[in-house]
T-cell receptor, first 114, second 114 residues
Framework: DGGITQSPKYLFRKEGQNVTLSCEQN?????MYWYRQDPGQGLRLIYY???????QKGDIAEGYSVSREKKESFPLTVTSAQKNPTAFYLC?????????????FGEGSRLTVL | AQSVAQPEDQVNVAEGNPLTVKCTYS??????LFWYVQYPNRGLQFLLK??????LVKGSYGFEAEFNKSQTSFHLKKPSALVSDSALYFC????????????FGKGTTLSVSS
């Protein structure tokens, strides 16, 4: 089935460690996005990418990094510089050409810092 | 700057009664408006969108939304609520450029009692 796969579903990290969250899509979408979700704060944009080897910072990019080496993949690294990384992370994708803008979401990754 | 407001953190309705979840937006140009639903520890599921045309938009699971340009609102409605509709609902907006990220409201928790 076509869709977006995020892994791992749950991840625990010690303070000071970098972790990488995986996001893979087989929808042939051009654009991919990472959002962070905290209770009562909705979804906040971390990074997005419209094309391979290019990406833009969102509203809360500090302490995060991304890469887009393949169209299908958009991994997110949560670095030790992120002061409060415990959150639910959501990856999404969308078409660009002919798109009306809706995003398709993965099932999310919950990161907990111990 | 684009923004979305969901003025209610929680909406409580009895099963069988109509429900409304409110959303107002601010965007330059013509808005692209969306509603998503999220169940606990899951990704977001697309419900419906308004791009242009009829102000009443019908979507998944019997939901509909009414676009009101003069009031800059896009309220989600359902004539008869089900207990299974209980979830977190997000309104989102995008400007005219394809491939740009959606801006999400903070979400409204809908609780339907039997």
């Amino acid at each position: 089935d076509g869709g977006i796969t995020q892994s791992p579903k749950y991840l625990f990290r010690k303070e000071g460690q970098n972790v990488t969250l995986s996001c893979e899509q087989n929808l042939n979408h051009d654009a991919m996005y990472w959002y962070r979700q905290d209770p009562g704060q909705g979804l906040r944009l971390i990074y997005y990418s419209q094309i391979v080897n290019d990406f833009q910072k969102g509203d809360i990019a500090e302490g995060y990094s991304v890469s887009r080496e393949k169209k299908e993949s958009f991994p997110l690294t949560v670095t030790s510089a992120q002061k409060n990384p415990t959150a639910f992370y959501l990856c999404a994708s969308s078409r660009i050409q002919g798109s009306t803008g809706e995003l398709f979401f993965g099932e999310g990754s919950r990161l907990t810092v111990l | 700057a684009q923004s979305v407001a969901q003025p209610e953190d929680q909406v409580n309705v009895a099963e069988g009664n109509p429900l409304t979840v409110k959303c107002t937006y601010s965007v330059s140009g013509n808005p692209y408006l969306f509603w998503y639903v999220q169940y606990p520890n899951r990704g977001l599921q697309f419900l419906l969108k308004y791009i242009t045309g009829d102000n009443l938009v019908k979507g998944s699971y019997g939901f509909e939304a009414e676009f009101n340009k003069s009031q800059t609102s896009f309220h989600l409605k359902k004539p008869s609520a089900l207990v299974s509709d209980s979830a977190l609902y997000f309104c989102a907006v995008r400007g005219n450029q394809a491939g740009t990220a959606l801006i999400f409201g903070k979400g409204t928790t809908l609780s339907v009692s039997s």
